[in-house]
């Protein structure tokens, strides 16, 4: 089984931020707020200054783009310890969950009629981001990417579910997908995930990685039942209150 740091970076290049910047084996990044991961620090690898000095680095950068400092961390290895003892504490505020669970897995197979398209549909959009009218940061981040794929499942002119793939290397990531209440439970994402698989092996993806929040039960057990597995978590950590003031203002 690869480290987790190369997983973990592989994911982060099929989710680019607007704006970045690297601190030796870290990467600060930011999207205007449009997700977790394209707006905290990657901290992987060695950032080439003594930690406390690299979190510092993180808390400018966040906050001259207009971001609450955050870190995203492999959970268990040393640097997490290392956060404790300065004064960082996991980020369980974050709606979207702060503790993730990275899955790797088998590329589907053609299940049903899903199609991938080569742009965004506005329906896509409205799945996959909530919205038909995007923000710059959303389109950036869900759009750039080295090589990126639109599924969409349809009934009749009915676009009802969504989702978003992207290669990097020999691994297809898979983001976003989304059906619509009425059409749950119908393989629909199933449907989805077969028609991903196949565009991301012609582009030479030889598995899959996906990252669910542990707290997504329904989706957990959807790629269990796909054949996934568990490669490592993530966490997100914030500074203590008052430990990371702006020094910009």
């Known amino acids: 089984m690869e480290p987790a740091e190369t997983l973990e970076l592989q994911c982060a290049l099929a989710w ?34 003594p930690v406390a000095d690299a979190l510092d680095r993180v ?40 503790e993730v669970s990275v899955l790797v897995g088998p590329l589907g197979t053609p ?22 009218e995007p923000s710059a940061a959303q389109r950036h981040v869900l759009t750039t990417a080295p090589a990126v794929g639109y599924g969409v499942a349809e009934t009749g002119t009915e676009t009802v579910g969504a989702v978003r793939g992207a290669v990097v290397d020999d691994v297809l990531h898979v983001s976003r997908l989304a059906v619509r209440p009425a059409y749950r439970r119908k393989g629909v994402a199933v449907d989805l995930m077969g ?26 057990a959807l790629y269990d039942r796909l054949g ?16 990371c003031e702006d020094r910009s203002s």
């Open 195 to 220: 028609a991903v698989g196949v565009w991301g092996a012609a582009l030479g993806a030889t598995r899959c990685a996906l990252q669910v929040s542990v707290t997504n039960a329904p989706a957990l």
């Open 111 to 132: 299940d049903g009629t899903a199609r991938m398209l080569h742009a965004p549909t506005p329906e896509w959009w409205e799945l996959c981001a909530g919205t038909t």
């Open 16 to 49: 680019p931020p607007v704006t970045g910047e690297r601190l030796g084996g870290w990467w600060l990044r930011a999207a205007a707020g449009f997700t977790g991961r394209a707006n905290t620090a990657l901290a992987i690898g060695d950032p080439g200054l």
């Open 59 to 98: 808390c400018d950068f966040a906050h001259s783009h207009g971001l609450e400092p955050a870190v995203q961390v492999i959970k268990g290895g040393a640097l997490e310890r290392a956060l404790g003892g300065l004064g960082w504490v996991p980020n369980v505020a974050h709606a979207a969950g702060h």
């Open 228 to 243: 996934f597995s568990e490669h490592h978590r993530y966490r997100y950590w914030v500074p203590a209150t008052g430990s």
